[in-house]
């Protein structure tokens, strides 16, 4: 059978001569597992310190099938756990979060309202709070399809308001449904949400060099035009502050800091 595997940071060195970029295809056993993708590959054990298969978290030992695609990466610290922004280090949810998505490019228009919507409910709040429900929002709100939501009256609002797994604030709920009939006003003007918020970034990622997380601002002048531009289109909770955390979490601007190992993947 045959799978993909993609390789970041130094994993790349042990990558076959005929590898496309970071990704090749091997040929395996029926019975492989992950661990004999990574000694194929002559890669060191030690280094090791994620695996995903198929985007999902896996084990050294974890059995394979046909078509899998194998994530290795490797730390920035010569073994041992790697190098991590800060604020990313409290809990499994958190880490995983910042391992495989925040400041990874997103250009998906559902996703991208997702995480518009989420930002705005952070307001006020911790991240960490709002991602730990985010499993929730996705049920609640008919992941995240615009079209529903848009579509939701203020009986819909009132239900959702005594779900207890979701934040709880009127203001914030009737948001995500005006939000999501500008969404989609947009897209019908723009012919994609995606095309229009990287427009403010020129179309490719801004990536900052900050040493300290006292250095990473919390709005700039673009998330600043971001906002104003929102707003005059209908948009609420979208305040400089929110636009620069969606900028941050879609890719917008990669501001991992420099000591972490994802600022040099994502650069």
Request: aromatic fraction near 8%; charged fraction near 25%.
């Amino acid at each position: 059978m045959k799978v993909t595997v993609v390789c970041f940071g130094a994993m790349r060195e042990h990558l076959p001569p005929d590898a496309q970029g970071n990704r090749a295809v091997l040929g395996v056993n029926d019975d492989a597992r992950v661990i004999d993708i990574v000694r194929a590959l002559h890669a060191p054990e030690r280094l090791v310190y994620a695996l995903l298969v198929n985007e999902e978290r896996a084990e050294l030992e974890d059995s394979l099938s046909d078509g899998d695609e194998i994530t290795i990466m490797p730390p920035f610290t010569g073994g041992g756990q790697p190098v991590r922004c800060p604020w990313a280090e409290h809990t499994p949810l958190e880490i995983d979060y910042h391992d495989t998505e925040w400041g990874v490019p997103l250009h998906d228009d559902r996703a991208l309202f997702e995480f518009l919507v989420l930002e705005g409910v952070q307001a006020g709040l911790s991240w960490s709070t709002v991602l730990a429900r985010r499993d929730s929002y996705r049920a609640a709100l008919d992941g995240f399809d615009a079209a529903k939501i848009a579509r939701y009256d203020d009986d819909q609002v009132a239900l959702l308001l005594t779900d207890r797994s979701l934040i709880r604030n009127r203001l914030k709920m009737r948001a995500a449904v005006t939000n999501a009939r500008s969404f989609l006003e947009v897209t019908e003007a723009e012919g994609s949400f995606g095309e229009y918020l990287w427009r403010f970034v020129d179309g490719k990622p801004v990536v900052n060099r900050w040493k300290a997380m006292t250095e990473i601002p919390s709005e700039t002048e673009t998330s600043k035009a971001m906002s104003k531009d929102l707003k005059r289109r209908g948009f609420s909770f979208v305040g400089p502050t929110i636009c620069y955390a969606l900028m941050q979490a879609t890719g917008m601007v990669n501001d991992h800091l420099v000591s972490c190992f994802r600022h040099a993947e994502l650069s």
